[in-house]
């Protein structure tokens, strides 16, 4: 079945450092993939999405590519703020599942002043 | 004005009641979820409806029954609550395609002692 593996947290930086949060999945079709962020007490928000191959999805400074050769779809940012302190999830959906999007286990992430 | 709006917010009611979690979205979206996040924050399907018609129904104790009265709202009623429910319940809506991504609500906690 489908799945989504990303790195474990909690992660912590400093402002201003450079952030990558690994993601790779498992599915049998070619499912479009997306990172979502959730703040403290707060429902989750659609970060960046990329629903095909060497797609990239950008926002808020945040970047990822889907990697079919790798079956990859790390996020990154060059330079992190404190607001940037949330729990990120990477997921996948497609078409086998019924479009039901399968979520990763989150990565909490903290950036020091 | 929201888009997916839940109530209650909070929830904290006593072992062996019944309790319901009503969700509404103005977005004009075919499809509605509702997810389970545990306290280590990972995120679990419960259900989906397309257009009032339930399309996914995953392993979920019969305790659990959701209602769709039309397109726009998708309810949560939960029998005889057990300890083990106490969780974040989000509702979410798309327009049902793989490459959509979900608008959240902002969860309702609820928390059963």
């Known amino acids: 079945g489908n799945s989504v593996t990303q790195m474990e947290g909690p992660v912590t930086l400093s402002e201003e450092a450079f952030l990558t949060i690994n993601c790779t999945y498992t599915?049998?079709?070619?499912?479009?993939l997306f990172w979502y962020v959730q703040y403290p007490g707060e429902g989750l928000q659609l970060l960046l999405k990329?629903?095909?191959?060497?797609d990239k999805g950008s926002n808020k400074g945040f970047e990822a590519t889907y990697r079919k050769e790798t079956t990859s779809f790390h996020l990154e940012k060059g330079s992190v703020q404190v607001s940037d302190s949330a729990v990120y999830f990477c997921a996948l959906s497609d078409r086998s599942s019924a479009s039901k999007i399968i979520f990763g286990s989150g990565t909490r992430l903290s950036i020091r002043p | 004005d929201t888009a997916v709006s839940q109530t209650p917010k909070y929830l904290v009611t006593q072992m062996g009641n019944d309790k319901s979690i009503k969700c509404e979205q103005n977005?004009?979206?075919?499809?509605m979820y509702w997810y389970k996040q545990d306290s280590k924050k990972f995120l679990k399907i419960m259900f989906s409806?397309?257009?009032?018609?339930?399309?996914i129904n995953e392993t979920v104790p019969n305790r659990f029954s959701p209602k769709s009265p039309d397109k726009a709202h998708l309810n949560l009623h939960i029998n005889s609550l057990e300890l083990g429910d106490s969780a974040v319940y989000f509702c979410?809506?798309?327009?049902?395609?793989?490459?959509?991504?979900?608008?959240f609500g902002s969860g309702t906690r609820l928390t059963v002692v």
């Open positions: 990329a629903t095909k191959a060497d």
């Open positions: 977005l004009g979206h075919d499809t």
């Open positions: 599915a049998t079709g070619y499912p479009s």
């Open positions: 979410a809506s798309s327009q049902g395609e793989p490459g959509d991504g979900y608008t």
């Open positions: 409806y397309n257009n009032k018609e339930l399309i």
